[in-house]
């Protein structure tokens, strides 16, 4: 009522000839006050119906069973398949390799006929160890198993990883630099290994497959320090890489 006070007070410093229309002031009013009143109550309910909307449990879901993988990512991996995570580099959403597209086993069934395929060959040069199942790594596009051994040598860990080359030429003899042999064999197949004996650190075999799989199988200290002995030889390691059956495209 606070302005039709005012506008009394007003009409009474200045009076028209004809008077106030005191009937028509408080009818004016009437009006606004109901208008300001439906505002309000208009508002109220706008207000609860966006938060209802946001609180309930299906009003904002999104439907994403048929919503495909975006262009540039890899396709979803099945929730039974085993994987690493690649840590503060996944986030990124760039994994450092893209998968091969000639690729056609699924990651469950791969991670499972590679384990199948590396126990007994690792049981057989590490006896009494059993290698740790193979698992995805999404950041370098590829498979691998680690497994910490204790040996009569010493103790450290090894890691088979295999991916592929896709297109990319076998490396030639001219790039394998000091510390790297590099054997080519008839079958198309080539060895590369990298003597860590002199720096105690790791052995490195890397194998090419004329299919172009890459199997690379690293025996290293699992923390510089005590123990500086490797825990498989050069011999040890090159022929856990050569096992038969580690390759990509059975």
Not at 11 to 25: F, K, N, T
Not at 53 to 67: C, G, H, I
Not at 83 to 105: A, I, K, N
Not at 226 to 240: G, M, N, Q, V, Y
Request: charged share 25%.
């Amino acid at each position: 009522m606070r302005n039709l006070t005012d506008e009394l007070y007003a009409a009474v410093d200045s009076p028209p000839p004809s008077g106030i229309d005191v009937d028509r002031l408080i009818t004016v009013e009437q009006r606004r006050t109901r208008r300001l009143r439906w505002a309000g109550g208009g508002a109220a309910l706008s207000a609860a119906v966006a938060v209802a909307f946001l609180v309930s449990p299906t009003a904002a879901r999104v439907d994403k069973t048929d919503a495909g993988p975006a262009t540039g990512e890899l396709a979803p991996v099945a929730a039974d398949c085993p994987r690493v995570s690649g840590g503060d580099r996944e986030r990124h959403g760039l994994p450092q390799y893209t998968r091969d597209p000639r690729l056609t086993e699924s990651c469950a069934d791969a991670t499972a006929r590679l384990t199948t395929v590396l126990r007994p060959a690792f049981s057989k040069i590490v006896p009494g160890m059993t290698a740790q199942g193979f698992v995805l790594n999404d950041y370098n596009a590829q498979y691998e198993s680690v497994t910490r051994v204790t040996t009569t040598a010493g103790a450290g860990k090894v890691k088979v990883m295999l991916r592929t080359t896709q297109t990319q030429p076998m490396p030639t003899a001219e790039e394998c630099k000091d510390g790297c042999s590099h054997e080519a064999r008839p079958d198309g197949t080539v060895i590369e290994v990298f003597d860590g004996t002199r720096e105690q650190i790791a052995h490195r075999v890397d194998v090419y497959l004329p299919d172009h799989t890459v199997i690379s199988v690293h025996a290293s200290l699992l923390a510089e320090g005590a123990d500086r002995h490797l825990p498989l030889s050069i011999a040890e390691t090159k022929a856990l890489a050569l096992t038969p059956g580690l390759t990509l495209f059975p």
